[in-house]
T-cell receptor, first 111, second 112 residues
């Protein structure tokens, strides 16, 4: 069974700090990786996708992928209170198009 | 550009009834996905439709079914509702040849 594991948190960081969110996955055939942000009572919002080993930066967000270690992470620089949400790691495994989600990490950015 | 839309936003049913949930994808997207987010269980994949056909199905009983219409909108039907079907049902869409999925606001189903 394909699994995606995340630290459930909660993770608290002060405003302006770097928040680091981690995710591991079990299926070595996984090709596509996504980070979603979900505010309480809302639906998931796509933050970033990453497909190749290495880093991918988009504004304050950096996704890192290491397929050999089956590990993907999300760094949020200069964290803001508005970043307080649950962050979901999702993995797709090719033609099935099925996203397998981790349980999410709850992040709180303290003013 | 309008995002994924879902209706209704909330739905209250009693056990044994049927529920119908609707989804309209982003314009130009041909693939529609359904997920269930129940308390404590996380997001679980239900169904994938593309070009009117069911392409993949998650580990849910047959009473969860759906269809996709020629305009790519979709409907999720849940028959013989059970209390544990209470959840947020999320629809997502993507371009036909891409995996990146964009979610709608969801329908919150409560089964009493």
């Amino acid at each position: 069974q394909k699994e995606v594991e995340q630290n459930s948190g909660p993770l608290s960081v002060p405003e302006g700090a770097i928040a680091s969110l981690n995710c591991t996955y079990s299926d070595r055939g996984s090709q596509s990786f996504f980070w979603y942000r979900q505010y309480s009572g809302k639906s998931p919002e796509l933050i970033m996708s990453i497909y190749s080993n290495g880093d991918k930066e988009d504004g304050r967000f950096t996704a890192q992928l290491n397929k050999a270690s089956q590990y993907v992470s999300l760094l949020i620089r200069d964290s803001q209170p508005s970043d307080s949400a649950t962050y979901l790691c999702a993995v797709a495994s090719g033609s099935a198009r099925q996203l397998t989600f981790g349980s999410g990490t709850q992040l709180t950015v303290l003013p | 550009e309008a995002g994924v839309t879902q209706s209704p936003t909330h739905l209250i049913k009693t056990r044994g009834q049927q529920a119908t949930l609707r989804c309209s994808p982003i314009s130009g997207h041909t693939s529609v996905y359904w997920y269930q987010q129940a308390l404590g269980l996380g997001l679980q994949f239900l169904l994938w439709y593309d070009e009117g056909e069911e392409r993949n199905r998650g580990n849910f009983p047959p009473r969860f079914s759906g269809r996709q219409f020629p305009n790519y909108s979709s409907e999720l039907n849940v028959n013989a509702l059970e209390l544990e079907d209470s959840a947020l049902y999320l629809c997502a869409s993507s371009l036909g040849n891409q995996e990146t999925q964009y979610f709608g606001p969801g329908t919150r189903l409560l089964v009493l």
